[in-house]
Structures are given as C-alpha cells and as structure tokens.
C-alpha cells in the first residue's frame, strides 16, 4: 500500500506559477501511474494530468494543457505538476493519486486505488 503526501500549494496571483509535489512512500513508485486531480468548492473532482510508469507518456486535460507539465523522478519516488500562467479558475484543492492497473484511459477517478490529502492552490484575479 502507498501512502501520498502533497505539498507545494499556496496563494499565487493570477499568471503566476506554482509547483506541486506529491512524494509516495510504502510501495514500489515505479510499479504506478499517477494522476493530478483537483476539487473546487461546489464542484466535482476532475482529472488534470496523468503520467504512465516511466515517466514516457502523459495525458492532460483540456483545460490545462499547455500550461501545466506533470512529471515524475522514479529515484525520488515524486510526482511533479509544474503549472504556469496560472488562472482564478484552476483554484482548487489539488490531490495526486496512483494506481497499479493497467488502463488505457487515466483520466477516470475510479482507477486509482490511492490518494493523497490535498493541497489548496488559491488563484487571485
């Protein structure tokens, strides 16, 4: 069993940017994908980005692609979402999650097994 710890969030003004960290311990890093996810007041959590086992491919939602990066460092054990120019509406409270199944579409909640706490990203206008 994994367990996820995020950090990096904060208050950010809008076209600012921030980098979330999500590190995993107690189970084999390498052996799981890892999803963003994010939940804003009143509203459903939904998929932000996706990277398979090594790291060579990655998957984002509309919404953010282009602005935000996911990465990961297998030796670290961490998951990295680097997100730039930053709007008011990607406030959220933001969890890394991780699965071992093998999908073709990361982008459901329900693949993953594990989830962190969250961390709250504020974005002023």
């Known amino acids: 069993q994994v367990q996820l710890v995020e950090s990096g969030g904060g208050l950010v003004q809008a076209g600012g940017s921030l980098r979330l960290s999500c590190a995993a311990s107690?189970?084999?890093?390498?052996?799981?994908?890892m999803g963003w996810f994010r939940q804003a007041p009143g509203k459903e959590r939904e998929f932000v980005a996706a990277?398979?086992?090594?790291?060579?491919?990655?998957s984002y939602a509309d919404s953010v692609k282009g602005r935000f990066t996911i990465s990961r460092d297998n030796a670290k054990n961490t998951v990295y979402l680097q997100m730039n120019i930053l709007k008011p509406e990607d406030t959220a409270v933001y969890y890394c999650?991780?699965?071992?199944?093998?999908?073709?579409?990361?982008?459901?909640?329900?693949?993953?097994?594990?989830w962190g706490q969250g961390t709250q990203v504020t974005v002023s206008s």
């Open positions: 107690g189970g084999t890093f390498s052996s799981y994908a």
């Open positions: 999650a991780a699965t071992r199944d093998y999908v073709t579409n990361y982008e459901r909640k329900g693949v993953y097994d594990y």
């Open positions: 990277i398979r086992r090594s790291g060579g491919s990655t």
